[in-house]
């Protein structure tokens, strides 16, 4: 009966090792897929778009009151692939026009500013922790054939970040904050801000820049993860092999 116990108990505890070590965990490693919710629009009687009232979007500060409106905000839905960490992704489709049905891009969808399509890349790898923040000094910008937007600094404040579901400041350049509950398939929320470098191509040269991401955080199981467990059920295995020579 004792025997039994014991057994029942480091099979437990090995299983109790991995819930522990993944409900406290706040650092994303590289492979872990962040998803993204799809922004959803919401427009006035005339079909004009009021609000992007939830999900994910990036707002440009077009009229320069440090605000992002919510005519402003750019509805964001997943690509290929969504966010995954500690890799570099290249440049999405990017041309005048509205997106068309051949176009494509890893993190997010391809989206319409202006009437032209653009989409978001990084060309270094995103990393980090829900205490110091993601590293996102490579997010890179495309759009209207532009192949890249720097969008690595120039952090601000939006003066409504409150009513737009942002946290407070201050923002830091190249760090986005990041909440997230360290769990698999738990939810995160990213935002992010910078402002286009003076002198841009795209013509928008000193605009702030805001970024809103959400979705859920698929985790890659670690080799030490799996170490732990296997070391745990080797452990059972073995005082099950010792009790039946002595039987």
Same mark, same amino acid.
């Given at each position: 009966?004792?025997?039994t116990?014991t057994i029942?108990?480091?099979? #437990?505890g090995?299983?109790? #090792?991995?819930?522990a070590?993944?409900?406290?965990?706040?650092?994303?490693?590289?492979?872990?897929v962040?998803?993204?919710?799809?922004g959803v629009?919401a427009f006035?009687g005339s079909?004009t $778009? =009021?609000n992007?009232?939830? +999900?994910?979007?990036f707002?440009?500060?077009?009229?320069g009151d440090?605000?992002i409106q919510?005519t402003?905000?750019?509805?964001?839905? $997943?690509?290929?692939?969504?966010l995954?960490?500690g890799?570099?992704?290249?440049a999405?489709?990017?041309?005048p026009g509205a997106?068309?049905?051949g176009d494509?891009?890893? #993190?997010?969808?391809?989206?319409?500013?202006?009437?032209?399509?653009g989409?978001d890349?990084?060309?270094v790898?995103?990393t980090?922790?829900t205490? =110091?923040g993601?590293?996102m000094?490579g997010?890179?910008?495309t759009?209207s054939?532009?192949?890249?937007i720097?969008?690595?600094?120039g952090?601000?404040t939006?003066?409504?970040a409150a009513t #737009?579901?942002?946290?407070?400041?201050p923002?830091t350049? +190249?760090?986005?904050k990041?909440?997230w509950?360290?769990?698999? +398939?738990?939810a995160?929320?990213?935002d !992010?801000?910078?402002t286009?470098p003076l002198?841009d191509?795209?013509?928008?040269?000193?605009?702030k !820049?805001a970024l809103?991401? $959400?979705?859920?955080?698929?985790?890659?199981p670690?080799?030490?993860?799996y170490g732990?467990m296997?070391a745990?059920l080797g452990?059972?295995?073995?005082?099950?092999s010792?009790?039946?020579k002595s039987v």
């Amino acid at each position: 009966m004792n025997f039994t116990k014991t057994i029942f108990a480091l099979a #437990i505890g090995s299983v109790g #090792i991995m819930g522990a070590m993944s409900a406290s965990a706040a650092v994303v490693n590289t492979g872990d897929v962040l998803s993204i919710t799809a922004g959803v629009p919401a427009f006035d009687g005339s079909g004009t $778009q =009021t609000n992007v009232s939830s +999900g994910s979007w990036f707002g440009m500060d077009n009229s320069g009151d440090s605000k992002i409106q919510g005519t402003e905000k750019v509805a964001l839905s $997943q690509g290929t692939t969504g966010l995954v960490i500690g890799v570099t992704t290249s440049a999405g489709a990017s041309h005048p026009g509205a997106p068309t049905a051949g176009d494509t891009n890893a #993190i997010t969808a391809p989206w319409s500013f202006f009437g032209n399509t653009g989409s978001d890349y990084a060309i270094v790898a995103v990393t980090g922790d829900t205490v =110091t923040g993601l590293n996102m000094s490579g997010w890179t910008v495309t759009w209207s054939g532009i192949p890249a937007i720097p969008m690595g600094t120039g952090a601000w404040t939006p003066l409504n970040a409150a009513t #737009i579901g942002m946290p407070a400041g201050p923002y830091t350049n +190249g760090l986005a904050k990041f909440s997230w509950n360290g769990i698999d +398939g738990g939810a995160y929320t990213l935002d !992010y801000t910078a402002t286009v470098p003076l002198g841009d191509a795209s013509g928008f040269g000193g605009v702030k !820049y805001a970024l809103h991401l $959400q979705g859920n955080v698929a985790m890659v199981p670690e080799a030490s993860t799996y170490g732990m467990m296997l070391a745990g059920l080797g452990m059972v295995g073995f005082m099950a092999s010792r009790r039946r020579k002595s039987v």
